[in-house]
Every structure is written in structure tokens, then in C-alpha cells.
């Protein structure tokens, strides 16, 4: 009987397993290709206006934007839209393609939102990600946004970090908001480091930068050019504070060196840009 019982209970679990995961091979997935994106200029705005230059008289692309600033969906798109007012938006897109086959899941994120400011000597373009560039997707991604800046002489990533994902080494414990840290690639050099050095702490081992910041920091160190420096703002806790928004301020002094400087008549209001901003559909205290 009892033997009986054991092979009747190994069926049924089986049959369950069948239920829950299909006849398939998980080694499937690692044959398809990842997502591909390509860049897309559209010159015009409205009633056929071009974006052009105050300064230089010119019409505004992105091969002539001298530097480009990716804020990550949060704080970071928080801070430039409270503190960038001479942002115009452009109709440019960087769009999954569509006749190549995307990964299963996650699914390819959407085209960030493009800004240009030329208020400065040169263009700066300014990228808002519309949330989470998946690690899959991110190195094609990078690659992509890249292409489509081949003049950039400088890239900035501006994004965060948890602080409950923030690792310790023994005797240290963990920093608090407002706290910016970041990495920078070797290209940069110590008269322009010496700007922030003193502001803007090292990323400190054991913790490590993945997905979008760590695709593009490689991938322009491996090109040895453009700089590239990627700052991460801690987060504490699952939504966005204000203090998360202002440790960006550090970066201003760096921001300013490329043309982006920030409007003070008056004080920022990170509190009213917070509250503009719609929190990605897939947010999670859990995650």
C-alpha cells in the first residue's frame, strides 16, 4: 500500500509541474537575440520650427550636441527638471526595433524623452528614461544612445542606489540621504576631477554599478572616449525624497562645465517636481 501511495503522490506532482511550466527548455530564451534600438533625428518641432542655437545660429542634433546628461527615471529626472529651466524638448526617440526579435522578459524599455539646452558655448542633450533600463537591453541601449551622440565629448549618467542594497565593509555602516557617490572612466583628467573630488565620494568596494551605468562607463572606457561619469544618489527607502533629488546638487559644479547651469533666481521645489512624476506601473516596496 504504501508503495502505492508513493507512486500515486509522484504523478500527481508531476502532473502539477506540467501545469506550472510548460513542455520547454529554458536554454530557448538564450537563443533569441537581445533587443536592438536604433536612434531617430526628427529636425523639426511643430509648424516645421528647427531647434536651433541661440548662440551659434545653427540647427540643434544630436551630432553637434558636445555632451549628453541620462537621468534616470526618480530623483534624477526630478532634479533636472527643477533645476534645468532653459530645457527645450526635441522629438528625437531611441525605439526598440521591431523587425529583430526581444528578449521574452523583461520587455524593451520605452524611447527616453529628449531634451536640448543651448544655453551655454554648445548644445547639451539631456535624456529622461521613462523608467528601468533592463540589464539585458542595456548594452545595446548604451551602444544605440552612443551612435546617435558620436560628437559627445562628455556623457553623464545621473541615477540612484538603494540604501538597503547598499553593502558594508567591516567597521563602516551606511551612508544617509542626502548622499551622492559615483565612477568615472579613466579619460577624465586630474585638473577636471579635482573639481568634484572633493564633493562627489568614490562608489566604495564591495558595492558595483550594473545595468545602463555600467554598459556605458565600459563601454566608453574601452573606446577611450567620451568621458564618461555616471553619479548615484542614495535612496532610502521605495519612493523618492527630496533629499535623494538634492544630493545632486553636488554634481552642479560639474553640470556647469558643460553648460548646464542651474537657474538660481530662486530655490528649487523638488517637492512640486515630485509630484509631477508618475511612478513606474511596476513599483514595489518588494522590489
Wanted: hydrophobic fraction near 40%; include cysteine; charge should be negative.
Amino acid at each position: 500500500v504504501g508503495g502505492c501511495v508513493k507512486r500515486r503522490s509522484a504523478s500527481m506532482i508531476h502532473g502539477l509541474l506540467d501545469q506550472l511550466q510548460p513542455d520547454a527548455s529554458d536554454d530557448e530564451d538564450e537563443d533569441l537575440p537581445h533587443a536592438t534600438f536604433s536612434f531617430t533625428n526628427v529636425d523639426t518641432i511643430g509648424n516645421n520650427q528647427q531647434v536651433t542655437s541661440a548662440r551659434a545660429g545653427q540647427a540643434v542634433a544630436p551630432s553637434n550636441c558636445r555632451s549628453l546628461v541620462i537621468c534616470g527615471s526618480g530623483a534624477a529626472t526630478a532634479f533636472a527638471l527643477s533645476t534645468l529651466p532653459s530645457l527645450v524638448s526635441v522629438p528625437w526617440s531611441l525605439d526598440h526595433e521591431q523587425e529583430t526579435p526581444s528578449v521574452r522578459f523583461p520587455a524593451p524599455p520605452k524611447s527616453p524623452r529628449f531634451f536640448v539646452s543651448h544655453e551655454g558655448p554648445e548644445a547639451v542633450a539631456v535624456a529622461m528614461l521613462e523608467g528601468n533600463v533592463p540589464a539585458e537591453c542595456s548594452n545595446n541601449f548604451a551602444e544605440a544612445l552612443l551612435r546617435g551622440f558620436c560628437n559627445a565629448s562628455d556623457v553623464l549618467f545621473l541615477d540612484r542606489i538603494f540604501r538597503a542594497g547598499w553593502r558594508v565593509s567591516p567597521g563602516h555602516e551606511r551612508p544617509l540621504e542626502p548622499h551622492l557617490c559615483g565612477l568615472w572612466n579613466s579619460a577624465w583628467d586630474a585638473a577636471a576631477l579635482a573639481k568634484i573630488d572633493n564633493t562627489i565620494a568614490q562608489l566604495p568596494a564591495p558595492n558595483s554599478l550594473d545595468g545602463l551605468g555600467a554598459a556605458l562607463l565600459t563601454l566608453c572606457e574601452a573606446a577611450g572616449s567620451p568621458r564618461c561619469f555616471t553619479a548615484l544618489s542614495l535612496q532610502d527607502g521605495a519612493h523618492v525624497g527630496v533629499g535623494c533629488v538634492r544630493a545632486f546638487e553636488q554634481l552642479q559644479p560639474l553640470l556647469d562645465g558643460i553648460g548646464l547651469t542651474a537657474d538660481g533666481r530662486q530655490p528649487a521645489n523638488y517637492s512640486e517636481a515630485l509630484r509631477k512624476l508618475v511612478p513606474p506601473s511596476s513599483m514595489s516596496i518588494y522590489a
